[in-house]
C-alpha cells in the first residue's frame, strides 16, 4: 500500500485490554484496521454533521394491510425522487414488506426523507445506514 505511514498511540493498559476484546468480538485481523474503521465513521460523521454530499440507505419495515400507506410512501419517494438511487421491496412475510432506499443527497435533505418514512402511520421500524460518497 503507497502512502502507508506508521505512527505510534499511548494507551492505557485497560483501555488496550478492552479495545482488543471489542476486536476479537469484532473478528478484525489487526488493531490497525479497526483504527481505520474508527477514523472513517468519524470522517463519515463529519461529513454528515456539516450537510455535505454523503450516500445511504434507509431501510423500514412496515404492515402492508395499513390502509392507503403504500399510496403516502410511493408520493413520499416521488416528492424525494432526486435523492433515491433506487428501491427494494421485501415481503417478509403475510404481512409485513421491508424497503430499502439507496440515497444519495445533502444530508440534511436524506434526514429529511428518512424521518419522514419513518413516521408514516404502519411504518413498525425505520433504520438510516450513514456512508460518505468520497
Given at each position: 500500500?503507497?502512502?502507508?505511514?506508521r505512527?505510534?498511540?499511548?494507551?492505557?493498559?485497560?483501555?488496550?485490554?478492552?479495545?482488543?476484546?471489542?476486536?476479537?468480538?469484532?473478528?478484525?485481523?489487526?488493531?490497525?484496521?479497526?483504527?481505520?474503521?474508527?477514523?472513517?465513521?468519524?470522517?463519515?460523521?463529519?461529513e454528515?454533521?456539516?450537510?455535505?454530499?454523503?450516500?445511504?440507505?434507509?431501510?423500514?419495515?412496515?404492515?402492508?394491510?395499513?390502509?392507503?400507506?403504500?399510496?403516502?410512501?410511493?408520493?413520499?419517494?416521488?416528492?424525494?425522487?432526486?435523492?433515491?438511487?433506487?428501491?427494494?421491496h421485501v415481503?417478509?412475510?403475510?404481512d409485513?414488506?421491508?424497503?430499502?432506499?439507496?440515497?444519495?443527497?445533502?444530508?440534511?435533505?436524506?434526514?429529511?426523507?428518512?424521518?419522514?418514512?419513518?413516521a408514516?402511520?404502519?411504518?413498525?421500524?425505520g433504520t438510516?445506514?450513514?456512508?460518505?460518497?468520497?
Amino acid at each position: 500500500m503507497s502512502g502507508l505511514v506508521r505512527f505510534g498511540v499511548s494507551l492505557e493498559k485497560g483501555l488496550l485490554d478492552q479495545f482488543d476484546a471489542l476486536l476479537r468480538g469484532k473478528k478484525y485481523t489487526s488493531r490497525s484496521e479497526a483504527i481505520r474503521d474508527l477514523i472513517r465513521q468519524e470522517i463519515v460523521r463529519r461529513e454528515w454533521g456539516e450537510d455535505r454530499e454523503v450516500a445511504g440507505a434507509i431501510t423500514y419495515i412496515y404492515d402492508h394491510h395499513q390502509r392507503d400507506l403504500l399510496n403516502r410512501v410511493v408520493d413520499l419517494q416521488h416528492d424525494f425522487q432526486k435523492l433515491i438511487l433506487s428501491t427494494q421491496h421485501v415481503h417478509l412475510d403475510h404481512d409485513h414488506c421491508l424497503e430499502i432506499v439507496a440515497v444519495k443527497g445533502k444530508a440534511s435533505d436524506i434526514l429529511h426523507l428518512a424521518d419522514q418514512l419513518r413516521a408514516v402511520k404502519g411504518v413498525r421500524h425505520g433504520t438510516l445506514s450513514m456512508s460518505s460518497t468520497e
